[in-house]
């Protein structure tokens, strides 16, 4: 199983961005797929999730800016990311949580590799 985030870049504050992230491999279902990020000195800390019900999480930082969404018929999550600030400079991450099968069923967090979001003042 693989996840492929993209969608980071430049910004100046006040814009929006839109990440992506498609998991791929052997995926029987996902139960949950989120966004995470990282600044430099910082501990990464969960932005947004969803579930396979469709309830979502946001961190109160995020709260009424960024919508997080996902196309289950293609294993995707997407972070829309409005009212971008200068704090929301990070690496962000994709994680989801999947049944999968390698010998016998099991589920796994998978992370993909960070995209560099980095918003000018």
């Known amino acids: 199983v693989q996840l492929q985030a993209s969608g980071g870049g430049l910004v100046q504050a006040g814009g929006s961005l839109t990440l992506s992230c498609e998991a791929s491999g052997n995926i029987v279902s996902i139960n949950s797929m989120a966004w995470y990020r990282q600044a430099p000195g910082q501990r990464r800390e969960l932005v947004a999730s969803i579930n396979s019900g469709g309830t979502t999480y946001y961190v109160d930082s995020v709260k009424g800016r960024f919508a997080i969404s996902r196309d289950s018929t293609k294993n995707t999550v997407y972070l829309q990311m409005n009212s971008l600030e200068p704090e929301d400079t990070a690496v962000y991450y994709c994680?989801?949580?999947?049944?999968?099968?390698?010998?016998?069923?099991?589920?796994?967090?998978?992370w993909g590799k960070g995209t560099q979001v980095t918003v000018s003042s």
């Open positions: 994680k989801a949580v999947i049944w999968t099968v390698v010998t016998v069923l099991t589920r796994g967090d998978f």
